[in-house]
């Protein structure tokens, strides 16, 4: 089944913590994205990468890092979480930044008290 | 100002009605104009996709696009309560920008 895989699916911890969000996804999709996704704000884009290495800022990137060293897999870092980092976080794929054809993963929720 | 408006909701109607989401955007250089489906605490599904101007039908759904107004809309015909959902614009340009969303309650 085509799909993009996010874990985990909720997630606490504290302020500080480094932590990792992973995605896969099984499409061989060149393009792949973050979004987090708050109440009144909608979704809006973190990271975007268009292939493997390549990888650049979206509307709101500051405190989290990417890596693209795999085309299936675009891991979310956050280095030093704060609360204002809890929010519902997506990631998702497609064949290009043009595409409409967007895959999304199941989302994680993350909670940083 | 937001580039991409839409109403927050929600919207509540009967089974059976007609139901018209819409959303305004500001920058002329969007392609492709989608709508999208979310259920709760699922990650949001393309409904539909549009890259003109005028209609799109697919089933009891109709996309809509305005270029010259910069205005997008989807219809539901004989809305059920399984259309209960958040339903959210998107636009493409260096990745998807997304409407905040309208939230629809179709009660039976």
């Known amino acids: 089944e085509a799909q993009v895989t996010q874990n985990p699916r909720y997630l606490i911890t504290v302020t500080g913590k480094k932590l990792t969000v992973t995605c896969s996804q099984n499409?061989?999709?060149?393009?792949m994205s973050w979004y987090r996704q708050d109440p009144g704000l909608g979704l809006r884009q973190i990271y975007y990468s268009m292939n493997v290495e390549v990888t650049d800022k979206g509307d709101v990137p500051e405190g989290y890092k990417v890596s693209r060293k795999e085309k299936r897999n675009f891991p979310l870092i956050l280095e030093s979480p704060s609360p204002n980092q809890t929010s519902l976080y997506f990631c998702?794929?497609?064949?290009?930044?043009?595409?409409?054809?967007?895959?999304f993963g199941s989302g994680t929720r993350l909670t940083v008290v | 100002q937001k580039e991409v408006e839409q109403d927050p909701g929600p919207l509540s109607v009967p089974e059976g009605a007609i139901v018209s989401l819409n959303c305004t955007y500001s920058?002329?250089?969007?392609?492709?104009f989608m709508w999208y489906r979310q259920y709760s605490r699922k990650g949001p599904e393309l409904l539909m996709y549009?890259?003109?101007?005028g209609n799109k039908e697919d089933g009891r759904f109709t996309a809509q696009v305005d270029k010259s107004s910069k205005y997008i809309s989807l219809f539901i015909r004989d809305s059920q309560p399984s259309d209960s959902a958040t339903y959210l614009c998107a636009m493409t340009l260096s990745g998807l920008v997304f409407g905040t969303g309208t939230r629809l309650l179709v009660s039976p």
């Open positions: 549009t890259y003109s101007s």
């Open positions: 920058n002329s250089a969007f392609q492709y």
């Open positions: 499409m061989n999709h060149e393009y």
């Open positions: 998702a794929s497609s064949h290009g930044t043009g595409d409409y054809g967007y895959t």
